[in-house]
Structure formats: C-alpha cells, structure tokens
C-alpha cells in the first residue's frame, strides 16, 4: 500500500472509531461527573479531590463574609467550585448529576485600601468543605458521611484526605435547611448555573 493510501485508511478507520465510540474521544474521561473515585474510596470515605480545582474546574461563585461592626471588609471568602460537566448537566436539568462534586474553599482575607476603595481579597486556605451528589442513598448504607442524597464533609487546615465530620446529620443538615428546596445547595450564589 501506498503511504498516503495508508494514512487515508487510517484516517477512516479513526472515523469510524470515534463515531461508533465517540467516548473514547473525549478528553478528560477521568473527572465526568460520574466518577467517584476522585473524591471517594469503596468504604464511602471522603478526601478533597486531588486535582487542580482552581484552574481545571468552574467556580460556581464565591461568599464574602462581613468583618466584625468595627472593622471593614470581609473576614473570609468561600469559594465554591464544581466540575464542569455538572454545570452543563445541571443548566440542562436543573439538578446536579450523580458524582456532581462542591468544593467550598476557605479562605483568610487580607483587607487593604486599595485604588478602588476598601477591599478584601482572598488570603490563605483555611480549609474545604465538600459535598458529593449521590442521589440513591444506597451507595454507602450506615456511613454517616452520607445521606439525604449527598455525601458531606469538612476538613480543616491543610489535611485534604481526614476529614472532621463524624455525622452529617449532626455536622451539616441543620445550617442547610434554607435551601432544602434546591437539593440542600446554596444555589443562589451561583450564577453560572442560570446560564450567560
Ligand atoms: C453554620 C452553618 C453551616 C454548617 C454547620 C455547614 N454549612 Fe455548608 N454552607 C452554609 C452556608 C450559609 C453556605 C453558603 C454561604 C457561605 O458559604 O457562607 C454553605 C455552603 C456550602 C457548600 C457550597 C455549596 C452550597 O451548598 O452552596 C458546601 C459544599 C457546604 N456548605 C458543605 C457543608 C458540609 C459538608 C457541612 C458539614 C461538614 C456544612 N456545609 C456545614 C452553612 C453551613
């Protein structure tokens, strides 16, 4: 055969193979939404994904939390971050997809007068708290990291993989219930699920 037969075989046969395979094209297969293992071992353990959120992810949006009556600006930023196909699944359905991971950063603040005024901006880590969509209930019966279609925890300081929770229901549900209606998440504070 011809090279360039060669390559126009080639080419076709890589056609047909995306074509009837379209998910073995498809970059990033790891972190679709579906995929636990980022965040999740097989006893329903949870840890911050190991990956890069910031930059590789979608910040949902991020809450600025008022200093003290005498002081000025903001004492902490939360910083709220999801995989991207959650965005698109959840514009498309209104719900987050099974897998669908938050991540909530913590962050010091500095407050300065700046150019633009008195303005706070986002310090050191201080710690995560994050949420997995796992709409069955049925994935990790008995563990009390999980439940009311989520899986729930917080890790303080700079430790991503042992968490502090021991009880979301004890830890988490309670400061939650405003926003029972909207699957437990704070979804006002996102404006990138309400689309452009
Ligand atoms: C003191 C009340 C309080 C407690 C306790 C609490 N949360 Fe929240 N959580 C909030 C509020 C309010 C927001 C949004 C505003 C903010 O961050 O200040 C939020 C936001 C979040 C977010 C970002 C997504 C969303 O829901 O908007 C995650 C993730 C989260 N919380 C997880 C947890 C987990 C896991 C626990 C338990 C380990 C927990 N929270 C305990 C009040 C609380």
């Not at 979608?58 to 999801?82: E, F, N, P």
């Not at 514009?91 to 991540?103: S, V, W």
């Not at 150019?115 to 049925?138: D, H, I, L, P």
Request: glycine letters at 10%; one cysteine or more; proline letters at 4%.
């Amino acid at each position: 055969m011809k090279k360039w037969n060669k390559i126009a075989v080639g080419a076709i046969a890589l056609a047909l193979t995306a074509g009837a395979f379209p998910f073995l094209m498809q970059n990033g297969n790891a972190e679709t939404a579906k995929d636990f293992s980022l965040v999740t071992d097989s006893k329903g353990h949870i840890q911050v994904p190991n990956v890069d959120y910031r930059k590789d992810w979608t910040m949902l949006g991020a809450w600025a939390i008022a200093a003290d009556k005498d002081k000025q600006g903001s004492q902490g930023m939360h910083v709220v971050y999801t995989q991207p196909e959650s965005v698109a699944a959840y514009r498309k359905t209104g719900k987050f997809p099974d897998g669908a991971i938050l991540i909530k950063e913590l962050f010091s603040t500095d407050t300065a007068a700046m150019t633009t005024g008195t303005v706070s901006r986002a310090n050191q880590t201080m710690g995560w708290f994050v949420m997995v969509k796992e709409s069955t209930n049925k994935r990790f019966p008995g563990n009390k990291l999980w439940g009311n279609g989520w899986g729930w925890a917080f890790f303080d300081g700079k430790n991503r993989t042992k968490t502090k929770t021991t009880d979301y229901k004890a830890n988490c549900l309670g400061c939650h219930v405003p926003v029972k209606n909207s699957d437990w998440v704070y979804v006002n504070g996102y404006p990138v699920l309400r689309g452009k």
